[in-house]
């Protein structure tokens, strides 16, 4: 396990904007903050999903697509930098109007209504690329 | 997007009270500390659940009810003020004896065990009427 | 409800080492930084889980077991002593290609690949057994 010490120094709490990408929302706040790294929790409600899951076989994203609402009952994610930009690594917990449940790496989302905790760190997190996974880690 | 930075002034954590529900128990804690806002997470069981999900098209909750042992996988939520009372708006996963799992905004649920970390931030959050989804929002 | 004020005295981000169990990487991290007591959300993905749910009627944790990869859609824990040695409480919703959701007490999981936003605590947590639940709680 690799691991390291970081400080926040700073915290914000944030409302998404109806119609706009959940994720993209949290990567304009991490750029408006001029976030170097970053932690979130969230949780809210969106119009329509785009979830990935990860093949650990062939090491590539699979697409899982959802047009109908759903809630956000849970989203937890980081903010690092990948390719010279900041890229808000984002999983969510989504549900339908049974409660029945739908979870995965969150690639896109239409914001119904967000709400964000995002701390943030004075150090600089940068993904690379890992040989094992063949996914983009940091440390 | 809407954002504001907030500074947490001080951090409990929580053992919620079995028998009692679980999202009074939360306003009950930041009632306790004089919470003007705050953030938290939470895990444990539950013996029943009221789940509700939001129709976007009537604007209207709908309650999805749980009438057995489950836990809780996932909690996240924040605390705000709504109509001069402190409000925890509270998201859960809940799941079962086989791990299949139900999830939404937590209305009511009485706890079997609960442990939370709550972040109390010095700001103060309030929840306002908002036109484009119907909802109470905050910023 | 029984709460007690807390203060993070240092916070770490953490990679969880592919091929390593999930908990138990966590309870390294906790032992490397000699954590008294701590809060922790985290994200990923597994090869293989086995939750634990809790029949509240009989006071006994069933295993729950997945022999399949699946996304950590949402983690979240603590860590505590129990009978002397650090314990990571934790609780995930876990999800397979469809977007499928499963989750629980998480006991063990093979990581592929995890990130953990760990918060120390300045105070100690211990675990002691409670007579209503018949669980190991702290407060």
């Given at each position: 396990?690799?691991?390291?010490?970081?400080?926040?120094?700073?915290?914000?709490?944030a409302?998404?904007?109806?119609?706009a990408?959940?994720?993209?929302?949290?990567?304009?706040?991490?750029d408006?903050v001029e976030a170097?790294a970053?932690?979130?929790t969230?949780?809210?409600?969106?119009q329509?999903?785009?979830?990935?899951?990860?093949?650990q076989?062939?090491?590539?994203?699979?697409?899982?697509?959802?047009?109908?609402p759903?809630?956000?009952?849970?989203?937890?994610?980081?903010?690092?930098?990948?390719?010279?930009?900041?890229?808000a690594?984002?999983h969510a917990?989504?549900?339908?109007?049974?409660?029945?449940t739908?979870?995965g790496h969150l690639?896109?989302a239409?914001?119904?209504?967000?709400?964000?905790?995002?701390?943030?760190?004075e150090?600089?997190l940068e993904r690379?690329?890992?040989?094992?996974t063949?996914?983009?880690?940091?440390?």
């Open positions: 396990m690799n691991y390291r010490a970081v400080e926040t120094t700073e915290e914000y709490v409302r998404l904007e109806t119609g990408d959940w994720r993209a929302e949290i990567e304009s706040l991490a408006a170097e970053g932690w979130f969230a949780l809210g409600a969106v329509d999903a785009e979830l990935w899951f990860y093949d076989d062939t090491c590539e994203y699979a697409p899982i697509e959802f047009d109908e759903l809630e956000v009952a849970a989203c937890v994610g980081n903010v690092s930098w990948l390719d010279d930009e900041r890229f690594h984002t917990v989504l549900s339908d109007d049974e409660g029945r739908y979870a690639n896109e239409t914001v119904w209504a967000g709400e964000v905790h995002l701390r943030v760190f150090e600089s690379e690329y890992d040989e094992s063949e996914l983009d880690l940091w440390l």
